[in-house]
């Protein structure tokens, strides 16, 4: 069977090696994962105490509307309700967005690296890719515009950018907001927002009054610690939230996700405690860095790019340890590796773990 030819150029998503297999493959016992950017606090207690509630629904379908949930999400935001779209994950919100704007003949701009589904997606559908390099780490919002043209139908921003962490400010962003065509929507991607501290970090939502054209897509699996559950939501204009829910599948959140989100919504404090917790380990990790004189992104999200050396061979000799992290090889910056920000105790130890390596002391073996 064939399939569109433009898929052929694509792989399915390969997630990070899975637990089980490297303790199997290299006879360990404990393994701390850090390359997917979950939470390693895990989630609020109160998730599980209100999934109990749902043992006796398990037959019915969905509120595919998403009710209550969005009935919180759109005063926690400060937004109306029509103003949100929920998704199976931000992943499948990029994949809805995208499959309702493009098509052939158009073009979608986006930094290089960045977050790999909208440059996944585009090709999909058959739109033009115009990606645009980061200027040390940032997205270069200048050289974006200078590709915008009447074709343009998505502009991504993905603030903090995964992987570098870095961020675009607000005057810059409304600098762009100010001279982009309406014609192209702007979409800020804003995973890692509940993690983003720096004062001068934009203030998408209150923006949105003001251009038609923005978009700020959430979602519940970073902070709030709910990756299995997929789910995440877009914020924007009501009239334009209601095209773009034609092409959602009609349950595309589980009853299980609804209640979780709006579980997770309610402990205040679990949040808080997981951003200072992460404040404090990304100081961890640039305190390292700036001892060992390795270059870094300052990070607003809960994971650090840092240029270890071999990204592949560094990642490997980790993995021996029990210790899972993104090589920048396959994120485009094949000269370091991302980290999640873990424990302090998970920090420590695979920082000794990298200071043996940069410092090549005790000599590994290589395996590669
Ligand atoms: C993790 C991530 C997503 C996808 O998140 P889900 O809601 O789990 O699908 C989207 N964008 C960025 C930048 C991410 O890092």
Redesign the pocket.
Known sequence: MNVKPQLLSLKAYSPGKPIDEVKRQYGLTKIVKLAS?ENPFGCSEKVGEALTSLADQFALYPDGAAYALRQKVAQHVGVQPEQLLFGS???EV?QIISRALLAEGTNTVMAKPT?S?YRHHAIIENAELREIPLKDGTHDLEAMLGQVDENTKIVWI?NPN?PTGTYVNEADLISFLNRVPKTALVIM?E??YEYATADDYPNTISLLDQYENLIVLR?F??AYGL?AF?I?YAVGRADFIEKLDVTRLPFNTSSIAQVAALAALEDKEFLENCINENTKGLQQYYEFCEKHNIKYYPSQANFVFMEVGDGNEVFQRLLQKGYIVRSGAGLGLPNGIRVTVGNQEDNEQILALLEEIVTGSPKEEKCL
């Open positions: 950017n994950g931000l992943d990029i977050f589904q993905c995964n991607d995973a890692y979602t699996s970073k990756a997929r995440g």
